[in-house]
Every structure is written in structure tokens, then in C-alpha cells.
């Protein structure tokens, strides 16, 4: 079997396409992770991750070796303990996923379970605090299963007026939606490169509070050891064989972050998800979820349910398969269906940079 041939049009919640220039930057010749010349961009990866997090000066920010996933769960390696009191905000498979790993790290877990497809309201976090506390608490900024962005701002607030640590999932909104851990009083919270920010997979940018340092605990994890990381990304001392073409393609993604600047950036994204809600795809009309998700619903990815009578489908009851097959005829890539009890009415994505080309036409 071949290599690809053929540029696709990427229209899931990532990976995304990646810019010629973050390519071209990937093929510079490989140094060693512990190179004098390659620790300068360590050094300059770690300011622009700080910046692009809107973190505090005393701050940690870097990114670990692996998919989104293990910035996840080096968030809660580094934060939870055994016994602790863990409360985790469900909205989407990844809150879910959170649960999970602060179980595995000993934390005795509370969900607050919300309606698939809906965002959380904050007064059910500030009454399961006000009832029994918590010494960590764990929320998805934007769920990319659902498509469905949860008010952190207000939640943070809650968090910090209870003394708890918050870890928040920035995943899919870093770089596309505005964060700002600072401002918001966030604790930790942590990302991937393959999405808003632009770069490849298998580098995940995460980013702890100064005051949230002091309340990191010794990690069961040694490769996610955020301590030793650090030593590693400020000192130089080794810890594992980073992929330096990794950091090569972080930097030059966040490079053209800084040149477009984060204001523009998030503007951007949401004048084409406004592009895309008068749009029109060719199998079917698809059905905007801004009223389930209470006017949150994310620009990137933008979430459509596909009606269960889409023009095509040779099975009613799975539309998605028909939208999607539509789509692979013109050349793209729509994300797989939807995760779980969201599966028969929802998850098909579609980037709004990519809206023209795939074949969308405005009303």
C-alpha cells in the first residue's frame, strides 16, 4: 500500500490540516533533544505556550511527549492523590475520560452528569461544593463530542472560593477559543497540538499556575513527572528523547499564532462558524445546535445534528453514513460519528475554513 497522494480537506475536530509552512519547518535536519543550538527553542516554545495559555509569570508551560491524552492525564498525575475528593464536571466522552484517570490516581470522584449536548450551569458545581467540598475539581472546556463550550470562567470562580484545585481540558479551544488561565484563575490546564494551534499530534501543550505549583504532588507517573519535565525543558537535564521535529512544527504553529495574534485568531474562527451556519451541505440540511447548547456552542469544531431524514440515506435511522459518504466523494474527511447516547443524531463536523472548498454553498 501507497503513501498518500492526495490532500484531503480535514473537516473533523482534528487532526487539522496542517499549514506548508509548519511542514516545511518538520524537514529541517533533526539535532539532538539535548543539542546547545536546539535548547534555545525549548526555551522560546515554553514562552509562547505561557502566552498562548494568557498564564501567569510564575507559570509552568511546556509540552509532553504524546497525544492530548497524555497532557490529560500528566495534569492529574501531578495534582491527585489517593484519598483526595475529586468532582468532575461530564458533559461529553472527554469528561468522562477525566473521571476515569483522577480514579485511577486514587481520588475519591463526584460527577456532575449533564445532558449530553448541553453545557453545565454552574450552580450545580456551586451546590455539590457548598454540600461536601472537594479538593480537586475536573471540567472540559470544549467538548468535542458534543460540540458544546462550558462557561470555565464562572466555574474557575466557584473552584478557587472553595479552595480546590481546578484542571481544565482546553483541548479543542486552545487557540481557536479564547483561554485565559490567569484572568480566569485557572489551576492547570492542558491541550494537543494537532487542532486549533495547527502542528502534528504527538506533542500536548500544559500549562500550571504559579500558586497551582505548590500544591503539585510527587507523581506516580515518571515519564509524566511534570517536575522532571521541567528540569528537562528549563535545564536541560535529561529525562527522555524528545521528537525535536515535534518541537520544530509547535514552534513555527505558534509562531504564526503570535503573528496573527490571539484576539484576531479567535475572531476569525468565529466569523467562519457564522459563515458556516448559513451555509448549505449537499445530502442534507443540517440542523444547527445552538439552542441545545444554550448559545455555547464551539467554533471549532462546529457541530451540526444531522436529521434522521437525510436526503440518501439508505438507512434512516444512521443519516450520519450518507453525509459522510457524500463528503468522501468530494475528496474530505468528516470526523467518525458521535461518541455514546449522541451517536444517532450528531458528530458530524465541519471546519469553517474548509467550507468552500468542500462544496458548501452559501443561502
Known amino acids: 500500500m501507497s503513501l498518500p497522494d492526495t490532500e484531503r480537506i480535514l473537516l473533523g ?22 543539542d546547545p543550538d536546539f535548547v534555545p527553542l525549548l526555551h522560546e516554545v515554553g514562552a509562547s505556550l505561557r502566552r498562548l495559555f494568557r498564564a501567569d509569570d510564575k507559570a509552568l508551560a511546556l509540552a509532553t511527549s504524546g497525544t492530548g491524552t497524555s497532557a490529560m492525564e500528566a495534569a492529574v498525575a501531578n495534582i491527585v492523590t489517593d484519598g483526595m475528593r475529586g468532582v ?17 490516581y486514587g481520588a475519591t470522584v463526584r460527577r456532575i452528569d449533564v445532558e449530553w449536548g448541553r453545557a453545565v450551569d454552574p450552580q450545580k458545581l456551586r451546590d455539590e461544593l457548598r454540600r461536601e467540598g472537594a479538593d480537586v475539581v475536573g471540567m472540559v472546556h470544549a467538548e468535542t463530542s458534543t460540540g458544546v463550550r462550558n462557561p470555565i470562567k464562572e466555574l474557575a470562580a ?65 515519564y509524566l513527572d511534570l517536575k522532571l519535565l521541567e528540569d528537562y525543558w528549563v535545564s536541560s537535564k535529561y529525562h527522555h528523547t524528545m521528537c525535536t521535529s515535534l518541537v520544530y512544527a509547535l514552534r513555527e504553529a505558534l509562531l504564526m499564532i503570535d503573528e496573527e495574534g490571539l484576539e484576531a485568531r479567535w475572531a476569525r474562527h468565529e466569523r467562519l462558524v457564522q459563515y458556516r451556519s448559513r451555509c448549505r451541505p449537499g445530502p442534507a440540511c443540517w440542523q444547527d445546535l445552538a439552542r441545545r447548547t444554550d448559545g455555547r456552542k464551539l467554533h ?37 460519528a458521535a461518541c455514546q447516547c449522541l451517536r444517532s443524531r450528531a458528530g458530524c463536523r465541519a471546519a469553517g475554513p474548509a467550507c468552500g472548498r468542500a462544496g458548501f454553498s452559501a443561502d
Open 13 to 34: 475536530p482534528g487532526p487539522s490540516l496542517i499549514p506548508p509552512r509548519v511542514l516545511r519547518a518538520m524537514s529541517a535536519p533533526v539535532l539532538s533533544h539535548l
Open 88 to 104: 468532575v464536571i461530564v458533559t461529553g466522552y472527554f469528561g468522562d475520560r477525566l473521571a476515569q484517570i483522577f480514579e485511577r
Open 158 to 222: 466557584i473552584v478557587r472560593d472553595h479552595g480546590a484545585v481546578s484542571i481544565v481540558d482546553t483541548v479543542t479551544s486552545l487557540g481557536g477559543h479564547e483561554v485565559d488561565l490567569a484572568g480566569w484563575g485557572v489551576d492547570v490546564a492542558y491541550s494537543c497540538a494537532q487542532k486549533c494551534i495547527g502542528a502534528p499530534s504527538g506533542i500536548a501543550p500544559i500549562a500550571v499556575s504559579g500558586p497551582a505549583r505548590q500544591r503539585m504532588v510527587k507523581c506516580r507517573s515518571f
Open 300 to 336: 471549532a469544531p462546529d457541530a451540526a445534528a444531522v436529521p434522521g431524514g437525510a436526503r440518501g440515506s439508505a438507512r434512516p435511522e444512521r443519516p450520519q453514513r450518507a453525509v459522510r459518504r457524500w463528503c468522501r466523494g468530494r475528496e474530505c474527511v468528516l470526523a467518525p
